[in-house]
Each structure stands twice: as C-alpha cells, then as structure tokens.
C-alpha cells in the first residue's frame, strides 16, 4: 500500500515597498447603448509604482499595482436613477 504524502504547509512571504510614485487616471464619454443605466462611461484607475525593499535578491525590485474600481460597488444606487 502507498503511503500518503501529506500536503506541504502554507507558506507566507511579506514583501515590504517603498511607494515612488502614483498616477490617477480618468476619462469620461458619453454612454452610446440602447438603454444605459447612467449617461457616461466612466473609466478611473490608480497606478503605484514602488521599490522592493525586502525580500532581496529577486530578479527585479521594481514593482507597479494597477487598481481598479468594481462597477458592481454602485449597482444599487445607480438603478434608483
């Protein structure tokens, strides 16, 4: 009978950055289908650029995160109009 290989532990791994940087991006326009809940599209999203202090010895220690709102967060309140 085969033994069984226990599943290895989880492993965490802290990453402290350094924020060099940021950008907020934004466009609007006008909402062209048929029937919009809302006038405009509206896009908006935020870049940070950072440094990798820790761990070291990567490849890079550059990093860049791209956050992005959820069109969901608004759904009840953009159906009241």
Same mark, same amino acid.
């Given at each position: ?8 532990? @989880? ?52 990093? @860049? ?14 159906? @009241?109009?």
């Amino acid at each position: 009978m085969a033994k069984r290989r226990r599943k290895p532990p @989880e492993e965490f791994v802290d990453y402290v950055v350094e924020i060099e940087g940021w950008d907020f991006g934004c466009w609007l326009a006008v909402n062209t289908l048929r029937d919009p809940l809302d006038p405009y599209h509206e896009h908006r999203h935020l870049q940070v650029k950072r440094r990798l202090l820790r761990p070291t010895g990567m490849k890079t220690d550059r990093v @860049e995160m791209y956050l992005f709102p959820s069109i969901k967060l608004d759904e009840a309140r953009r159906k @009241e109009r």
